[in-house]
């Protein structure tokens, strides 16, 4: 028995070695593959995170800046045949008819037709809303910027080449972070040849430029 052991002990060991190593191969490999699919997913998400954040675009940046404008606030003052005469708080962007339903809406006898309810809301406007065959020099009477927009031109435009942040600011829909984009354009990139240049600057597209459009000027 012992010369039956001794003849066959160094094939039981050799076999049991390979059988050893093999699954130990087998087991490494496993491993090896997870951990490889693991990375490929955190690659994968890495990508998708960054395509995402590429994606962000100009009209995302304007409608967030758009935003921030319409959350600015004016003072109007309205007077004469409304329900509630008074000051009140109101959104940039809003207009009269915003304005007059915050007071209470017309009194009976209110000559409303004398009032443009279209009109755009710009702070410290006064609105004067007359009785029906009252005459009124001015039913809205617009704040008085003498001074303060020197770059106007005699139409009332604003040329944005030479407005002030401050003078730009009284233009629809731009607060002081468009006003200062627009100026810092012109110093990176000179004056603006057209006024249509003004869609170069960031947060001002199509739809900030068709409000712009009949307010502005690059003329000297």
Not at 60 to 86: M, R
Request: charged share 25%; glycine share 10%.
């Amino acid at each position: 028995m012992k010369e039956l052991w001794s003849i066959h002990k160094t094939k039981i060991m050799v076999a049991t070695f390979g059988l050893a190593l093999i699954s130990f191969i087998g087991w490494s490999n496993m491993n090896g593959d997870k951990t490889d699919s693991s990375m490929e997913q955190i690659s994968f998400a890495g990508t998708v995170q960054g395509e995402e954040t590429e994606e962000t675009t100009s009209e995302e940046i304007e409608n967030h800046e758009e935003e921030a404008v319409s959350n600015q606030e004016v003072l109007i003052d309205i007077k004469g045949q409304v329900q509630q005469p008074g000051v009140y708080r109101m959104k940039t962007g809003d207009r009269i008819i915003d304005a007059v339903e915050k007071a209470g809406g017309f009194m009976e006898g209110a000559d409303s037709d004398k009032v443009n309810l279209a009109a755009l809301l710009a702070d410290e406007m006064v609105i004067i809303v007359p009785k029906e065959g009252e005459e009124v020099d001015e039913v809205i009477q617009q704040p008085d910027i003498t001074g303060k927009n020197q770059s106007a031109s005699a139409g009332g435009l604003v040329n944005i080449n030479t407005a002030s942040e401050e003078e730009l600011t009284t233009l629809t829909g731009v607060g002081p972070a468009k006003a200062k984009a627009i100026i810092d354009y012109r110093t990176e990139n000179g004056l603006f040849k057209k006024e249509e240049d003004i869609m170069q600057v960031t947060g001002i597209g199509e739809k900030s430029f068709e409000k712009l459009r009949n307010q502005i000027t690059v003329a000297n």
